[in-house]
Every structure is written in C-alpha cells, then in structure tokens.
C-alpha cells in the first residue's frame, strides 16, 4: 500500500494583516508536519500554494524550509499552478522551486499541429503512480484547454492515474462560485483513479459516474468570507488517499490552528447611539482571548450616519482583552438618511461587483471581453491588481513594473501555454 496527500488553496501570502499570514503559514507546516509522521510517499497540491506568483519572500522563505523538511524525508511535491500563483508574463515562485528540486510540475505537453493539446504523464519513481494535469488560469482560460485536450491518449495509458486540476466542476459548483466559469464532468478524461481538483475552498468528495473527484478545500482561508465559515464550524485540512493498484481510502485531516469567536448584529430600525451602545455590551460580555474575532454588523439604521458609530473604540477594547486579531465588516450596514446613495451588498467584493455591472453598459468598446459578465470579472480582477500593497523593502520602481506587468497578464495582453 501506498500513500499520497492532496492539498490545495493554502495562498501563503493572503491578508494584509501580519498575524493572519502567520496562520495561513501554520496551517501549511501543521499539514506538512502530519505528511512526515504519516509517511506519504508524495504530495499533490492542486494550485494556489501561493496567493500571487511573486510573494512576500520572508513567508515564501518560510515554505520553503517546510518543503525541504518533506523533501529530505524523501516525500515528493508534485503541483499544478492555481488561478493565484500563476503569471503567462513572469516567472512564478512555483518555477523556482522546481527549478530547484523541491517540485515537480505535472502540466508537461504541447498543442499538435492539428490543435489537440497533449500532455504527458510524470511517473512517481517509487509508487509508479501516473501524474498529469491542467493548471488554472486567471478568468477560466483553463476551459480552452480542456476542450481541446486528447483525453483519449490519457485514457488508453494503465496503471494508477491521478488527474490534478484547477477550477470548478460544472455538476459540483458551490452556490457562491455560481457565476465562475467552469468545466462540465465530461472533459475530465476517463479511467483515472482519482481527480485531484483545487480552487473550491469547500471540501468535497464526489463519487459518481465513476470518478473520485476531490476538492480538499482551502487549508486556513484567503479572505473573510473563508474567515467567517470557520468561524461558523466550517471544518478546514486535506485528504490523505491509501492506494494499490486502485484507491483504498479516502481519509480528510482536519487542521486548525486558532479558535474564532463570532459577533453578529442586526442594526435594522436602530439609530447609531443604539446600536454603539448595544455593540459595547455584547463584546463586554464575550471571551475574546486568543481568538480571532469577527464582528459584523448589517442593516439600514433609523438614524445617524455609519461613521457615529466607533468602531475602533469596539476593536481596542477586543485587542486590549488579548484577542489575537480582529476583523470588522460592516460594509452592509447604511443608513435611512442616506438610502439613496447606499449600495447594498454582503461585503465589499459584492459592492464592487454591482457597481461594475450597473456602469458596464456605459463604457463603449469593440472587445466582447470587455463587456457584459466577462467585463465585469476582467474589471473586478484588475482593480484587485491595482489595489495590491507595495511590499516592504520593495523599491518604487519594482513595485510598478510588478503592477504593470500583473495587469497586462489579467488584461491578456500576452497569454501562454
């Protein structure tokens, strides 16, 4: 019997603040350091290892050293790009460490002559185990590949096959990636022993029709909608699959590495001085120590505007009572004074995302990719670009050649296999 980890969607390098970029790293090395005692032959990591291709390096340096920990244990990585890590204008951390013998890229192959892309298998030395894949790519480009992939060869090939990929199953798409595009079940090539997916950041394990289609989900989270499910019991970790010449078991290790407390409150038909006063009795009232706190708070008030309500005051007395961090979202809460210029929304992604599609129509241009839905995702992706911090250390110059370049990539000015 063999054994092989499946992980995906760490994004070391996700959040702005210091003490969640930590924890994403934690959750990394706590999965890695459960590969070591449970002596997996290899591990297979889905995409986005990394939340850009060029990350913060202290963190990158920090993955590393944990990687060569498995790798002098003789366990092997085996990866494809994820939607994050992957740059067609610059080289991404993940050829690095490729180049350097820590990974090894299963997305080999070409496009022939007569359009069909053909990928070759990588053969794990000691398992013999077959790899191949499909990376992700920014705005689904991924879904070319698909459609135009030889999965006859890949089916004709015996032995035990992993298939590793990133982005969504058309038959498995969670509810809150209902607009993402996505491949349909029937491009996957058939006859693999197991399908290795990554980008959802929800466990799922999907039997049917034959195929062992995996998502492990994201090991800590990338934003505070990944946040708030953990808050609310949302089990995060990765699989660990026994296998021979078929697969024996599928088990899921769960990994946590910080307990939550989660602070809801409904300010509908409250003025601000109530609703200030009802937030200062309930965080008088939690234990917020050693916790990540999340607190949001929705609704139109009756009176007052958003900005009487203080809540770094709510956010100091958390901190002060030793909460490891806390989150505020209160991007739905408005005002009745000020309806008409509210933009309603779950957080600010969602704001974003409806201004984009109520100013879209506006713009006049020639490019299909620049109107309608596709618009509206090319324009959400560039101003995530333009938003990016300047990382510390980094001169002004390499920080807007860094930023010229990641939005000629997400524009697809420049696009290659």
């Given at each position: 019997?063999?054994?092989?980890?499946?992980?995906?969607?760490?994004?070391?390098?996700?959040?702005?603040?210091?003490?969640?970029?930590?924890?994403?790293?934690?959750?990394?090395?706590?999965?890695?350091?459960?590969?070591?005692?449970?002596?997996?032959?290899?591990?297979?990591?889905?995409?986005?290892?990394?939340?850009?291709?060029?990350?913060?390096?202290?963190?990158?340096?920090?993955?590393?050293?944990?990687?060569?920990?498995?790798?002098?244990?003789?366990?092997?990585?085996?990866?494809?790009?994820?939607?994050?890590?992957?740059?067609?204008?610059?080289?991404?951390?993940?050829?690095?460490?490729?180049?350097?013998?820590?990974?090894?890229?299963?997305?080999?192959?070409?496009?022939?002559?007569?359009?069909?892309?053909?990928?070759?298998?990588?053969?794990?030395?000691?398992?013999?185990?077959?790899?191949?894949?499909?990376?992700?790519?920014?705005?689904?480009?991924?879904?070319?590949?698909?459609?135009?992939?030889?999965?006859?060869?890949?089916?004709?090939?015996?032995?035990?096959?992993?298939?590793?990929?990133?982005?969504?199953?058309?038959?498995?798409?969670?509810?809150?990636?209902?607009?993402?595009?996505?491949?349909?079940?029937?491009?996957?090539?058939?006859?693999?022993?197991?399908?290795?997916?990554?980008?959802?950041?929800?466990?799922?394990?999907?039997?049917?029709?034959?195929?062992?289609?995996?998502?492990?989900?994201?090991?800590?989270?990338?934003?505070?909608?990944?946040?708030?499910?953990?808050?609310?019991?949302?089990?995060?970790?990765?699989?660990?699959?026994?296998?021979?010449?078929?697969?024996?078991?599928?088990?899921?290790?769960?990994?946590?590495?910080?307990?939550?407390?989660?602070?809801?409150?409904?300010?509908?038909?409250?003025?601000?001085?109530?609703?200030?006063?009802?937030?200062?009795?309930?965080?008088?009232?939690?234990?917020?120590?050693?916790?990540?706190?999340?607190?949001?708070?929705?609704?139109?008030?009756?009176?007052?505007?958003?900005?009487?309500?203080?809540?770094?005051?709510?956010?100091?007395?958390?901190?002060?009572?030793?909460?490891?961090?806390?989150?505020?979202?209160?991007?739905?809460?408005?005002?009745?004074?000020?309806?008409?210029?509210?933009?309603?929304?779950?957080?600010?992604?969602?704001?974003?995302?409806?201004?984009?599609?109520?100013?879209?129509?506006?713009?006049?241009?020639?490019?299909?990719?620049?109107?309608?839905e596709s618009g509206i995702k090319l324009s959400r992706?560039?101003?995530?670009?333009?938003?990016?911090?300047?990382?510390?250390?980094?001169?002004?110059?390499?920080?807007?050649?860094?930023i010229v370049s990641q939005a000629i990539d997400t524009?697809?000015?420049?696009?290659?296999?």
């Amino acid at each position: 019997m063999y054994r092989f980890a499946h992980l995906s969607d760490i994004h070391i390098g996700a959040f702005r603040y210091p003490l969640l970029q930590k924890l994403v790293l934690k959750a990394f090395e706590k999965a890695i350091d459960v590969c070591i005692k449970m002596r997996v032959d290899f591990i297979v990591v889905s995409g986005d290892l990394f939340d850009s291709n060029i990350p913060d390096m202290t963190l990158a340096n920090s993955a590393v050293i944990k990687i060569r920990e498995a790798r002098d244990k003789a366990i092997r990585f085996y990866v494809v790009y994820g939607s994050h890590d992957f740059s067609p204008t610059q080289t991404s951390i993940v050829d690095l460490l490729e180049s350097a013998g820590l990974f090894k890229k299963v997305t080999k192959g070409k496009i022939k002559e007569e359009g069909k892309l053909e990928l070759e298998f990588h053969t794990d030395e000691w398992t013999k185990a077959k790899l191949c894949g499909i990376s992700g790519r920014r705005r689904g480009i991924e879904k070319e590949y698909f459609k135009i992939l030889n999965r006859e060869n890949l089916e004709r090939e015996d032995g035990f096959k992993i298939f590793v990929f990133h982005g969504p199953i058309s038959e498995y798409k969670p509810e809150y990636l209902a607009e993402a595009e996505s491949v349909p079940l029937s491009t996957l090539p058939k006859g693999f022993n197991y399908y290795a997916g990554g980008h959802i950041h929800e466990k799922f394990l999907g039997e049917e029709f034959g195929y062992n289609i995996a998502y492990p989900g994201t090991l800590f989270g990338a934003d505070y909608r990944d946040l708030e499910k953990n808050a609310k019991g949302q089990e995060r970790g990765f699989f660990i699959v026994t296998f021979s010449d078929k697969v024996e078991n599928i088990e899921f290790v769960p990994i946590s590495v910080c307990n939550y407390e989660m602070i809801e409150y409904d300010a509908n038909g409250k003025d601000a001085n109530s609703v200030q006063s009802d937030l200062l009795e309930i965080v008088s009232h939690v234990e917020p120590a050693d916790k990540l706190v999340l607190v949001k708070v929705a609704g139109e008030m009756s009176g007052g505007k958003t900005s009487d309500i203080d809540f770094q005051r709510i956010k100091r007395i958390l901190k002060d009572r030793k909460a490891l961090e806390v989150l505020l979202n209160y991007q739905r809460l408005t005002s009745k004074e000020y309806a008409a210029i509210k933009v309603a929304g779950k957080d600010i992604h969602e704001i974003e995302e409806r201004l984009f599609k109520e100013n879209i129509g506006i713009v006049k241009v020639s490019d299909p990719k620049l109107k309608s839905e596709s618009g509206i995702k090319l324009s959400r992706e560039l101003l995530n670009v333009l938003k990016e911090a300047k990382k510390e250390n980094e001169a002004k110059s390499s920080y807007e050649s860094r930023i010229v370049s990641q939005a000629i990539d997400t524009l697809g000015i420049k696009e290659v296999f």
